[in-house]
């Protein structure tokens, strides 16, 4: 288990909403835009170290729950620093 301070990324996936986010930790908002927007939609947050393992899980989640592909916040990463 990573210590919290050491995590960089969080990954937000949603069945319901098909969707899978990448965020920066820390958020220049606030991670949790979702809850009570989508009542009645179960999301879930994947949390990691390195944007690698953020990018290994986003695939994971893709192909196991047939959801699309991961997007970045466009809140959190810009196009310039989209490999940072
Ligand atoms: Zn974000």
Same mark, same amino acid.
């Given at each position: 288990m &990573?210590?919290?301070e050491n995590l960089k990324f969080a990954v937000y996936f949603n069945k319901n909403n098909p969707h899978i986010t990448?965020?920066?930790i820390p958020s220049t908002h606030k991670l949790d835009p979702?809850?009570?927007i989508h009542k009645y939609n179960q999301g879930s947050w994947g949390y990691f170290?390195? +944007?690698r &393992?953020?990018?290994e899980?986003? +695939?994971y989640v893709s192909k196991g729950? &047939?959801?699309p592909e991961m997007k970045h916040c466009t809140k959190c990463f810009k196009e310039s620093n989209?490999?940072?």
């Open positions: &990573e210590r919290y990448i965020h920066k979702h809850r009570g170290a390195t +944007k &393992e953020a990018l899980f986003s +695939k729950r &047939e959801l989209l490999q940072s």
